[in-house]
Structure formats: C-alpha cells, structure tokens
C-alpha cells in the first residue's frame, strides 16, 4: 500500500487537520480581496475623480486578474509543484494588495488589482489540490468544504474591516490590512505546508523517498507502506490537450459547464441583490443586511454540504444543491416583501449556491491523473471565474433592455439547471 492509499484510508491527524485549516485560510484572502473592494468602491472613485465606467474597469480588473491566475499559473504546478506554485502567488497576491495601498491612480490601481487577483487565482489552483490530496476518503468532502467556507467568512471580515478602517484610516489601510494577513500567510505555508505526495512520486529523483519518509513521520503514519517507483525521464507535466482526449473530453466540458453556470449565477445574485432590494422599496441598510446575509449562508451552505457529501455522494450532494438553488432564485424577488423573509430567503440562496461551490471543488481534482491535476482543476476554476466576470455585466445589459427584476432571478434560476444537467454527466463520486 503506498502512502498516499495509506492516507486515502487513515484516520485524520491533528497535522492533516491543521492543513486544511491553513488553506482554509488562504481561501479567506479571496473573499476578503473580493468585498473589501466592493466596500471601498465609493472612497476610491471619490478620490480619484472616476466615472462609473472606470470604477467598473477597476471592480473587474481583480475578477479578469483570477481568472487569467487559475488557467495560466495551473500548469506551473504540474512543474513546478503545488507548493511552490501557492508561494509564488502568495508573493503576487502581496504585492498587489500593497501596490493597492500605495496607487496614485486608476492606471496603476487596475495594474495593482490585476496582480492581486493572479496571486489570488494561483492560490485557490494549488489549495484546492492540496486539500483533496491529504484528506482521507471518509472526510475528504468535509475538508473541502471546510475549505471553501473561507470565501464566506472573508467576504464577512472584508465588509468588516472596511467599514471600521476606512472612516478612520482612509480607504488605503483596508488594502495595507490585507497585505499584511497575505504576507501573514507566506510565512505560515513557508513553515507548515507540505508538498503534494502525487506530485513528488511524479517528479521522481533521489531525494523522493526521504521527502516521502519526512511526510509520512509528520502525519504519525506508522503503517509500513511502500511506494511504487516512476519512470523519472519522461515529463512531469502533461500537455494541457490531454484535457481534450476522449478519456477526458466528456468530464472536463461537463466541469467546465457546471463551474461557469454556477458561479454566473452566484455572482450575479451576490452583487446586484442590494441594488435590486432597495429598488424594490428596502432601504440601503436592509438591502445591505441581506447581501451580508447571502455571505453567512454561503459559509453556513459550504459545511451543511460537506456533512451530508461524507454520508452521500458528492454528486448526489451537488445535484440536489442545484435544483434547490434553482427553486430558491425563481421565487426570490417576488416574495420579499418584508424584511425577515428577504433574510431568510438571502440565506438560503447563499447556503445553495455556495454549497454548490464547494460541490465543484470536492469534485473536480478527483477527475484527473496526477500529472494533470493541477491544470485540469485550474482552468476549470478559471472558466467558473469568466462566468463570475459576465454575470454583473449580463444583468445590467438586460434591465436596460427592459427585462424585471423577477426575471433575472428566474433566468439564474435556469442556468443553475443547467449546472444540473452538466453534474449529472459526471460519473457517481
């Protein structure tokens, strides 16, 4: 039995515990990223004089910035490792959020957000892996979704420190905070994070086996194992059109389908339900509790998900999240008509829609080879973040076209259908 079957089929340990806690962590820097700019918004365009379309360019310069992040930096960790990759974005994501602080203007503001959102983008690649990789079958989908809480609860701390840093400290000190907490957790990966063991099989070498022995002693593997040896001359990364090969061609569309359609629907209900709220007579503070509410659900959906995906199959899971996604927005807008309700419903929607999220993670690193899997998982984030990137766009583009409110929430509701369709191609996980 090797050592990653050894893990596959072990009990969790403190150390392994403590993994997904950390890169639960490093998810939290993407929801942070994500709303404390959304929360400065008003500060920035005010102090650099921006019309509504630059301060557009900007609130999706960092979005553009994930998305180029997942699908260009995800083969580097098929060669370089995992490890290595999360680091260097780590470094990018730092430097962004202090070029943030320190920008003059909107042209080296948007560059800032670029490189923030790549080191954001390469972050969630490497982690999504790791966290599959060394969690045990029995709480692999747990520790996912453990995992994916991070955007939730960041988006929360970022609304937070917005709001309490910028009326003090002025809009720059909510990015000069994120750096720090990024720089915070260069260090912690730096110490604590180990390699992926696929990845170092993969590489081969003469240290292999000492790398493997310093692994298996950290996690309290007593077990005797051994490990199978690999042909180190042929290449450690796989050409990204494997991705296209008729073993994969079916899953990764289907993936790719799923990510885009849900994340379009995600981020559209996330970032025009306020708005649409207090057009429908809420007032700006009640139409901003429901947004922060939809984040709460999101965090609270993410671990419902992972408790019920260790006694179910994650698709399973996943297609019963996505239907009731789908109900959840068609009756949305048009039973708001008092607070509570809203926040319930807002709730519910978060919890769903989010719970689909960490469905899409638990599944996606199990649907390629070792020396794939990086890639694989990174340009399909990457596709889910081009459907994030057009959701706001698309809804805008059709109420000035005349469309209700009522139906943009029914048309998300559709396109979570359509998620469902695209899982029930999957097999069974």
Known sequence: MTLQERIN??????????????VTSLNLLDGFDVLALAFTASAIKSSFGLSGVELG??????????????????????????????????????????????????????????????????ILVGTNVIVSEYASNKWRNLAISIFASGFGIGAMLGGIFAVALQGTYGWHSVFISGGILTLICLVAVIKWLPESIDFIVLKGG??????????????????PWTQESKDTSQKVQLPVSKLFSPEYRRPVFAIW??????????????????ALLKEVGMTTEQSVSVGMMI??????????????????????????????????????????????????????????MNGCISGLYAINPTLYEAGLRSTGVGIAIGVGR????????????????????????????????????????????
Not at 9 to 22: D, P
Not at 87 to 112: H, K, N, V, Y
Not at 302 to 315: C, E, K, N, P
Not at 320 to 336: E, H, K, L, M
Request: glycine content about 12%.
């Open 206 to 223: 003469s240290k292999q086996q000492e790398q493997l022995e310093s692994i298996a002693n950290t996690l309290r593997i007593t077990e």
């Open 386 to 429: 081009v459907g994030a990137i057009l959701a706001p766009t698309i809804a805008g583009v059709l109420l000035d076209a005349g469309w209700e409110k009522q139906s943009l929430y029914m048309g998300a509701g559709v396109v979570m259908l359509v998620a469902t369709v695209a899982v029930g191609v999957l097999k069974n996980k």
């Open 9 to 22: 089929q072990g009990h969790m340990s403190t150390y392994q515990w403590g993994i997904v806690l950390l």
């Open 295 to 352: 984040s709460i659900g999101g965090t609270i959906g993410s671990l419902i998900f992972g408790v019920l995906a260790s006694r179910f199959t994650a698709r399973n899971v996943l297609i019963a999240f996505t239907i009731g996604s789908a109900i959840v927005a068609s009756v949305f807008i048009s039973v708001v008509s008092h607070l509570w309700i809203a926040i319930v419903l807002g709730i519910c929607i978060g919890a769903l």
């Open 257 to 274: 389908i799923a990510f885009a359609a849900i994340m379009f629907s995600y981020y559209f209900v996330s970032s025009w339900t306020p």
């Open 57 to 122: 360019y900007l609130l999706s310069a960092g979005l553009i910035g994930m998305a180029v992040g997942s699908i260009v930096l995800a083969p580097i960790a098929d060669t370089i490792g995992r490890r290595k990759l999360i680091i260097f974005s780590l470094l990018l994501s730092t430097i962004g959020m202090f070029g943030s602080a320190i920008s003059m203007g909107i042209l080296s503001l948007g560059i800032a957000r670029v490189i923030t959102g790549l080191g954001v983008g390469g």
